[in-house]
């Protein structure tokens, strides 16, 4: 059950972050889109199109769910904001009912936590998303992935963009239990 039109207002924008192409695939920087996947899968939104930069998939949370639009920006992610800015203005949702999905380092592994709005935190993402969408008040899905025992910036940099060893379930069982967070606060079950 997809809505069309170019203007159709959303009731949600579910924007899922990571980088584009295969050689990030299954790193913890890309477990937005991981989730965002899943998402799309249990809602049977078919296959996302190429639009806002990005690919996109739209349609009901489930029947006679909230309209939504799944979003996994195609830039990388310090330029995230230039796919979800014009997306948020075509489908006219309210800033509190973007929902961003991200990998979060300061959370354990295995670690959800939802929140509106909030620091930062040095990810090059959401540092792209304040600065498109004018505000850091957007809605936040932050899927802990663990730190490494560092704190050099080369050494952080090569954990996120490093694939997980953690084993597959345990990664498969946080990729579905955040799909279960999102979805949630989208169909009203929590509240930000």
Do not use: C
Request: glycine share 14%; aromatic share 6%; hydrophobic share 40%.
């Amino acid at each position: 059950m997809r809505f069309r039109g170019a203007s159709t207002p959303a009731d949600w924008l579910i924007v899922g972050l990571g980088n584009p192409g295969s050689r990030y695939a299954g790193t913890r920087h890309n477990i937005g889109f991981d989730v965002a996947e899943a998402l799309i899968e249990r809602w049977d939104l078919g296959k996302p199109k190429k639009k806002f930069q990005g690919l996109l998939a739209e349609g009901r949370a489930g029947v006679g769910g909230p309209r939504v639009a799944v979003l996994l920006p195609q830039t990388y992610m310090n330029e995230t904001g230039r796919s979800v800015g014009p997306a948020r203005g075509t489908f006219k949702v309210e800033l509190d009912r973007v929902l961003v999905l991200h990998d979060e380092i300061d959370l354990p592994f295995g670690d959800i936590r939802a929140r509106l709005g909030g620091g930062l935190a040095g990810h090059n993402g959401l540092k792209s998303l304040k600065a498109h969408l004018g505000s850091p008040d957007f809605g936040r899905v932050r899927i802990g992935v663990g730190r490494p025992d560092s704190t050099d910036p080369e050494i952080v940099s090569s954990w996120v963009l490093g694939r997980f060893s953690e084993p597959a379930g345990d990664v498969r069982d946080l990729i579905d239990r955040a799909r279960d967070t999102a979805e949630d606060l989208v169909l009203g079950r929590t509240a930000l």
